[in-house]
């Protein structure tokens, strides 16, 4: 694909924010991308509103304090690839010459703590197996015996992206950290302690995508292409992938959904891992952002030790991963966090990204992967 | 820390009502209720009658083994959302040898007290007093002797 571009960004910081609702930060991720395209006053012909508990009509609610409605609406839940999936239907309906200008933008409002989800059954909830950072630990368990992961690399994970927090505005915590406040930090869920993983919270994002090619003489930002914005969701039989099955098979060959949707990204993309210069990825916990390593092609099988290790994925090295800070920086807005990595990584392709820049990246992807199981893959070039 | 104060086995099953029907069997020996797809043959837990991997109807109800091997563990600390009973709790994956995965209560709460491959045999476990005084119990794995 290669006839979509990213015509305006825009982004209400991740945080809390008690005197704000979920619409009033909506309202100022749309109308700062919409100024930026040059489409202040509307001319949109479709809008698709990402939020996982947003609640009935989040994207009318947002679209009415403009005055800009009339054109469809529509609200896409897909867990923590909310963002993603509203990417890929915008996407493909300018790819399919239904429309030419989109408005795609994300909203949530997460109350504090575990996320109750609607997702789990009450015998479920009952028994103790509601316990979401539980799946999460077993995963990270999981993958410290198959590997080279230790606790230690998984400190190392929050001590980088906590350091590239440090310089981004629009994160929640901003504050470097060492590995030995980390694993001083109370234990969630062995091996996971509470600053492995990433603060459920509050933010927008929206991005408005034209057809390549469009008259930029009113300064928007056409130069950066939208080259695969793609979704899948799991094959049965994992009982570690988001799915969160009660049970599974015992086969070790089930592809991640990770795997599946950056497989087909990088074929729609037509370029490989190795042309990826910056990668935004979930880091829902510490352990999630290793094994993302792997299913996104960026190591051989087993070896995302090995890559962390070695400093490429820290800023300055061959592929920084998260210079954003990533959701352990940022916190996760579920319907928000897809569409404020494409944020940042539109302005990383630009230039733009400060103390955060990596030097002149040219090819860039951002992933998501939560609750269904979904997982979106975005590769951005310029 | 090992909690073996099963409702079953200790002729208390008139006061208790399992968290769901048809998970499991109680008494002496429990049970976790799985089916077996007639085409497939692949089993599922729980039980529903289109088999999750070929979507062949009738899946045939079976006893699934009451042994199996830890294959990852953790422990909850906190209590989750709509979770009534005691924490920590231990939270694990037993293999069970039907070629099968289940998430799974675990009765032993510290981690450094298991490890991949340990032995498991199923327990029948309280997790909570309901409103007519009935003890609520649920499944769980317990580490068990190799025998």
Known sequence: ??????????????????????????????????????????????????????????????????????????????????????????????????????????????????????????????????????????????????????????????????????????????????????????????????????????????????????????????????????????????????????????????????????????????????????????????ARELLSYEELGLCPRGDAATLADSGATALGGRIPVNPSGGLLSKGEPLGASALGQVVTLVQQLLGESGHNQVVGARAALSHTVGRGANASVVVLTR | MVREETASGTGVTGASVPVRKGLFTDGASPRLLGGRCGVCGRHQFPRHDTCPYCAAPGAVEVELSGTGRLWSWTSVTTAPPGYRGEVPYGFGVVELPEGLRVITRLTESDPSRLSAGLTMKLVVVPVRVDEDGRQVVTYAFAPGDPR
Not at chain 1, 60 to 74: A, E, N, Q, Y
Not at chain 1, 81 to 92: R, T
Not at chain 1, 116 to 126: A, L, T
Request: aromatic letters at 6%; charged letters at 20%; proline letters at 5%.
């Open chain 1, 1 to 286: 694909m290669n006839d979509v571009e990213i015509a305006g960004v825009g982004i209400h910081p991740f945080g809390r924010f008690e005197d704000r609702t979920v619409t009033d930060m909506g309202v100022t991720a749309v109308r700062a991308a919409l100024t930026e395209a040059g489409l202040a006053d509307g001319g949109f012909q479709a809008a698709f509103c990402a939020t996982a508990y947003g609640g009935v009509a989040s994207g009318h609610k947002v679209l009415s304090r403009l005055g800009m409605t009339g054109m469809p609406i529509v609200d896409v839940e897909a867990g923590c690839a909310s963002g993603g999936a509203a990417l890929m239907l915008a996407a493909g309906s300018i790819h399919a010459a239904v429309y030419d200008t989109v408005l795609v933008f994300g909203v949530e409002k997460m109350p504090k703590g575990m996320i109750r989800s609607s997702f789990f059954e009450p015998w479920q909830e009952d028994s103790g197996l509601g316990a979401t950072p539980a799946y999460f630990a077993l995963r990270a368990q999981r993958l410290m015996q198959d590997s080279g992961v230790t606790k230690d690399h998984l400190a190392q994970v929050v001590v980088k992206n906590r350091r590239h927090g440090v310089h981004n505005p629009n994160a929640m915590f901003r504050a470097e950290v060492d590995a030995g406040s980390v694993l001083g930090s109370r234990i969630v869920c062995e091996p996971l302690h509470l600053w492995m993983l990433c603060t459920p919270n509050e933010g927008a994002a929206a991005v408005v995508l034209s057809r390549a090619g469009r008259d930029t003489s009113d300064g928007h930002r056409g130069r950066v292409r939208l080259r695969a914005a793609v979704l899948r969701s799991h094959l049965p039989g994992s009982v570690l992938n988001e799915s969160t099955p009660m049970s599974g098979l015992v086969d070790e060959a089930v592809p991640a959904p990770t795997t599946l949707a950056a497989t087909a990204a990088y074929e729609e993309a037509g370029i490989g891992p190795d042309d990826i210069d910056v990668v935004e990825c979930q880091d829902t916990d510490a």
